[in-house]
């Protein structure tokens, strides 16, 4: 979710040039509806600057012609940064136009502040304001039922409303952060904290009714919503596989979320248990319904009806197959959701073996907890492209098992540790997403939109009633009962 909506955030231009409109009202409704408490499976700048690649693009001569206007174009980091990878012709030639191949580091490297260095940090003022204002919200919050994230995330909503009103932009510049930068440095946080704290008696007992959940529960959950898009959403025009692919990004449920809202609540032992272990299962069943539907978006395996073209380059009409076999799915399938947990038992093991030759030394312990959980995710996301989400799990599920390889004076400090990263962590993610909500998410939202972003709200939350409803017979099979009371 956080890499889908930092993406919106930074690449406006990129919403433009290619689908002026199906396009940019698809994201700007996924993205407003992160709110919800759904997740969205990774999307790469790539992908979305592949999207309509089968369109007709100007040739050299035609886009160094007069008729480009480069002076209104105004490039993101992506677009300047990854020139070679825009499929867009025009925009790759304004770009070398008023930047040229120099101008890269130079535009970073003002971006980054390196140029004055007489300027203010003013990134890392909000970032260490965020963290004070989130210990004064949670003081606030512990003899009441509000959620310490919720009220993070509303403050974060109002402090980017003001900067936007106000031209605060040197304070407003943390919300264009790079989207991966975002994702990886504080999810292996979330994620790796969740699992270890995660009590595995439980766990073994629900284990398969998460499976269940976040396998066949979710397919239901994402092809009833993406019906409804088709037969709601019609001033979109959406074909059947974008309705599929909006209905995906919004059904599996959202770990960082769901987590930090079970523990603000204090659910139960086994509703919270089985929820987070859904919500960290459910990735890996996500992540290969996108790549799939993206390709049939993306129109790589298309034949366009070119009289129905546009003079925006938007051609309507057009008919998709997979470009993927069901059995070139499957093992996509298999090796993204076992790849992930077996680099997760790997690393594991080995850490193990590092803590068995440790005896109290809090420093070296403690680091090698941080070090293994960055190491998975880099390793299974980065170099791997398996779930990274359930290397995590993995990991920590597996140290968790194995918890006495940590020395009995460590132990307690150690889970201090980890609980006071995890509410830094919350407390930046939540006003974040906040300001990018606040500054990006709802620009040109018009009245139909707004109302679809109803539609859409009450739809996820009846169809998620809908297929608890439905598994209810076998989710009280087993020891631990899902019951209606």
């Known amino acids: 979710k956080l890499q889908f909506l930092y993406f919106i955030g930074t690449q406006p231009t990129a919403l433009k040039h290619d689908h002026p409109v199906v396009m940019k009202r698809f994201l700007l409704l996924v993205s407003s509806l992160t709110l919800v408490g759904a997740a969205t499976p990774t999307i790469t700048p790539t992908q979305t600057e592949e999207v309509s690649t089968t369109l007709p693009t100007p040739t050299a001569t035609a886009t160094a012609s007069s008729e480009v206007q480069c002076g209104d174009i105004d490039p993101t980091w992506y677009e300047r940064e990854c020139v070679h990878h825009l499929r867009n012709a025009t925009l790759a030639y304004c770009v070398n136009e008023l930047y040229g191949q120099e101008s890269v580091e130079g535009k970073s490297s003002v971006e980054l502040g390196e140029e004055d260095h007489g300027k203010a940090p003013h990134n890392l003022l909000v970032l ?48 264009d952060m790079n989207p991966h930068l975002i994702l990886y440095s504080f999810l292996p946080v979330l994620i790796f904290e969740s699992a270890f704290a995660m009590e595995i008696p439980v766990f073994k007992k629900v284990v398969v009714q998460c499976v269940l959940l976040a396998g066949p529960g979710l397919m239901v959950a994402a092809v009833a919503t993406g019906l409804v898009a088709k037969v709601v ?62 390709g049939a978006v993306e129109r790589k395996s298309c034949d366009v009806d070119w009289n129905s073209c546009t003079d925006q ?53 403690i680091t090698l907890t941080i070090t293994s959980a960055y190491i998975t995710f880099f390793v299974c996301e980065g170099f791997l492209s398996v779930s990274g989400v359930l290397g995590l799990v993995a990991l920590g599920c597996y140290l968790s098992y194995f918890r006495n390889c940590i020395s009995p004076e460590v132990e307690h400090t150690l889970h201090h540790f980890w609980e006071m990263a995890v509410f830094l962590t919350n407390s930046c993610i939540f006003a974040l997403a906040g300001m990018i909500v606040a500054l990006k998410a709802f620009n040109g939202l018009e009245g139909t939109d707004a109302l679809y972003l109803l539609v859409t709200y009450v739809t996820l939350n009846v169809v998620r009633m809908g297929v608890l409803l439905l598994f209810t017979p076998v989710l009280m099979l087993f020891e631990y009962k899902l019951t209606m009371g």
């Open 233 to 294: 959403f019609t001033k979109y025009d959406w074909t059947m596989e974008a309705c599929l692919l909006f209905g995906t990004i919004l059904s599996a449920t959202d770990p960082v979320a769901v987590v930090a809202l079970l523990k603000e609540l204090g659910a139960s032992k086994l509703i919270s248990t089985m929820i987070e272990g859904e919500s960290l299962f459910n990735d890996g069943t996500a992540i290969v319904f996108f790549n799939v539907l993206i």
């Open 128 to 175: 260490f304001g965020m963290f004070a204002v989130g210990a004064l919200v949670r003081y606030m919050c512990l003899d009441t039922a509000v959620p310490f994230t919720v009220v993070m995330f509303l403050l974060g909503t109002g402090f980017g409303a003001l900067g936007k009103v106000l031209e605060w932009d040197s304070y407003m510049k943390l919300a």
């Open 313 to 365: 380059c938007y051609c309507p009409k057009f008919t998709c197959e997979l470009k993927d076999s069901i059995l070139s799915i499957l093992g996509n399938f298999l090796y993204v959701s076992l790849g992930g947990p077996l680099v997760g038992l790997v690393i594991a093991f080995i850490t193990v073996k590092c803590l068995e030759r440790v005896f109290n030394d809090t420093l070296i312990e």
